[in-house]
Nanobody
Framework: QVQLVESGGGLVQAGGSLRLSCAAS????????MGWSRQAPGKQRELVAT???????NYADSVKGRFTISRDNAKNTVYLQMNSLKPEDTAVYYC???????????????WGQGTQVTVSS
């Protein structure tokens, strides 16, 4: 079994900051890419940021310069530092990870349960 657990969401005023964390646990052999997506009410889920096992990152245009994704491979954890938050950043944020389980030859994409981020104006 593999589990991804997010934390760090909450309510913040516009211009403020939050740091999301997502820890993977279970029978993990290796983790490849990790990422964050978000889904606002009535909208489709959108990719926010990704990071490879080697540390290469990609961001959605809407968050470039404001959000930073990072990871701690020793802790199987990915982070999303969110600065200069805007009301339009309000959404449920989900982490995902491409994980190869112990004894399994292929990777599978796993998702966390989501954490709510609300930015008030």
């Amino acid at each position: 079994q593999v589990q991804l657990v997010e934390s760090g969401g909450g309510l913040v005023q516009a211009g403020g900051s939050l740091r999301l964390s997502c820890a993977a646990s279970g029978s993990i052999f290796s983790i490849n890419a990790m990422g964050w997506s978000r889904q606002a009410p009535g909208k489709q889920r959108e990719l926010v940021a990704t990071i490879t096992s080697g540390g290469s990152t990609n961001y959605a245009d809407s968050v470039k310069g404001r959000f930073t994704i990072s990871r701690d491979n020793a802790k199987n954890t990915v982070y999303l530092q969110m600065n200069s938050l805007k009301p339009e950043d309000t959404a449920v944020y989900y982490c995902n990870a491409e994980i190869r389980r112990v004894g399994i030859l292929y990777e599978r994409n796993y998702w966390g349960q989501g954490t709510q981020v609300t930015v008030s104006s």
